[in-house]
């Protein structure tokens, strides 16, 4: 089965979502994975940048995604 790692910022960790729940219940990473039927990990953190992604980049390695998506602002 398809495994997919989306690593990035607030937008990919869905932050959004915590003042808002009642207009978008679910982060992207959610969305896709159940209108896909595939698993997405979420290594989304708010407020982070490229520099401090670096230093989490090990992370990835806890599952065996065949595809990474990155997204930082």
């Keep these: ?3 997919i790692s989306a ?3 607030s ?3 869905g932050s959004a979502l915590k003042a ?3 207009n ?3 982060n992207w990473p959610e969305m896709v994975s159940e209108e896909l039927g595939i698993t997405i990990h ?3 953190i708010g407020g982070h940048d490229t520099q401090q992604g670096l230093n ?3 992370d990835l390695w806890k ?3 065949q595809i990474t998506l990155i997204e930082f602002g």
Excluded: A, H, Q
């Design 56 to 58: 989490r980049i090990d």
């Design 24 to 26: 978008v219940p679910k």
């Design 1 to 3: 089965m398809l495994e």
């Design 42 to 44: 979420n290594f989304g």
């Design 63 to 65: 599952y065996n995604s």
């Design 20 to 22: 808002n729940p009642e």
């Design 7 to 9: 690593f990035g910022d």
């Design 11 to 13: 937008i990919t960790e």
